[in-house]
């Protein structure tokens, strides 16, 4: 299969994991990918750690595969020489400075333009590029905390979601905006700058919880491991573990119910408004039916019924599972310092195609300025 964006450059000048992450996005989809870093160390990530593989750290390789790496010294004169003559050959520049700090190496937004009519610009930041906190740099757990979604996560202190869900979120919400920019180019040759931030990113997946809020002026609460909104619909103990079960529907319920001893007509739990109301009722009800039997049995039982519900795996279990790799979600890639190495994969699939992503080979994650002789043959070509 040819690479879908086989004909786009990017240029990739972000470092950490957000703007990494949609530059990765795009190179899973078959573009060449340049990431250009600092010469003393490069990506910050790369000393994140640990764990470490003979020198090589794992945060590092987990957004950076599909990616050739240069090192350029940016306030140098050289250096400037380069991302000057790279921008002119790209489609599309990704980065995730500091306001400010673009412009003040010479390449503001108007300068990029001049140099490359077409160029798409993604730029990332952490509150966004203006506004009173425009210029504050952003982490991840700080913009979960600043956008409200951990005051939604946990089940008495505010929490932060196990994953950089900020970093990440900006990222895919970054490559969705540079790909809808990259096809208005197509129809009008110009490029545009695309913008997003950590806090937008945790702000646009507020989702019902913001509308309670905007539209019904309540305050969303933490509820720990149940649907603010539905019930049943959460984390159950069972005789020797737990399991997670969805009712999402009255129609669902009518049949989970009797499964657990319960009467579906009920006034305290016949509709799910009601079902909300006495949640504590409803989940010791459940729970004691649960204790009878071990989780498996209750599993099977529900899935007979066609009731949403399922464990609560580890990430050993999640790699292992017949489900996972049926899907393509792992790939396998040479790396040249780890030798065969499998990474978590792209989450795309395209028609029949028996593995994630969308491109012929998929590439290791570079080693610091690996690819400084090859990239610069290639703009010497020009």
Known sequence: MQNLLSDVVVVDLTRALA???????LGDLGARVIKVETPEGGDDSRGWGPP???????????ANRNKESVTADLKSDDGK???????????????NFRP??????????????ELNPGLVILSITGFGHDGPDGGRAGYDQIAQGEGGLMSITGAVEP??????????????????????????????????VVRTSLLASVVGVHAFHGTKWTVAGELPERVGNHHAQIAPY????????????A??????????????????????????????????ELTAAIEAAFATEPADVWLERLADKGIPAGKVRDFQQVYEWEQTLSQGLLIDVE??????IRLPGPPLRFDDQPYAGARETNLPPPRLGEHNESVRAWLESD
């Open 19 to 25: 703007g990494p992450h949609a530059a990765m996005m």
């Open 52 to 62: 470490f593989v003979e020198g090589e750290s794992t945060y590092y390789l987990s």
């Open 81 to 95: 020489d380069f991302l000057t003559r790279l921008v002119r050959r790209a489609d599309v520049l990704i980065e």
């Open 100 to 113: 400010g700090v673009l412009d003040r190496l010479g390449f503001s937004t108007e300068r990029l333009h």
């Open 159 to 192: 929490t932060k979601v196990g994953v950089p869900i900020a970093d990440l979120l900006a990222g895919m919400y970054g490559a969705y905006g540079a790909l809808a920019a990259l096809h208005e180019r197509s129809i009008t040759g110009k490029g545009r």
């Open 234 to 245: 959460g984390l159950y103990r069972t005789k020797d573990d737990i399991v997670q079960v």
């Open 247 to 280: 009712v999402g529907s009255e129609g669902q319920w009518r049949t989970f119910a009797p499964i657990v001893g319960l009467d579906p007509a009920d006034e305290r739990f016949a509709v799910n408004a009601a079902r909300v109301a006495h949640r504590p």
């Open 335 to 340: 790396h040249p310092t780890l030798g065969k």
